[in-house]
């Protein structure tokens, strides 16, 4: 079974950056689409970004539009979500998710990364 780990959440001021990562075991990336889904305390969860598994197509909310960029390195089995512009709505638990497709529902996912903004 496909594995999950995320990394690179922490505590950052509004304004600032963030890089998270997803790291997988056991099969290879290269097979699913890899999206990023975050939780905020209250709230429900929300698609935030998905890369597809062939032509690299990228999706994001609207909420993150210009400010996030998803992307992958298959050689080192890893997808990363670069956060700038960083603002206290972006707090949230954030969750990498494999499918087979983006417009799929999501049949893996990591742990988690907290990423809080805040002042």
């Known amino acids: 079974q496909l594995q999950l780990v995320e990394s690179g959440g922490g505590l950052v001021q509004p304004g600032g950056s963030l890089r998270l990562s997803c790291a997988a075991s056991?099969?290879?990336?290269?097979?699913?689409?890899i999206g990023w889904v975050r939780q905020a305390p209250g709230k429900e969860r929300e698609g935030v970004s998905c890369?597809?598994?062939?032509?690299?197509?990228?999706y994001y909310a609207d909420s993150v539009k210009g400010r996030f960029t998803i992307s992958r390195d298959n050689a080192k089995n890893t997808v990363y979500l670069q956060m700038n512009s960083l603002k206290p709505e972006d707090t949230a638990v954030y969750y990498c998710?494999?499918?087979?497709?983006?417009?799929?529902?999501?049949?893996?996912w990591g742990q988690g990364t907290q990423v809080t903004v805040s002042s």
């Open positions: 998710a494999a499918t087979r497709l983006c417009e799929y529902e999501y049949e893996y």
């Open positions: 056991r099969f290879t990336l290269d097979y699913y689409a």
């Open positions: 890369i597809s598994k062939t032509d690299g197509s990228t």
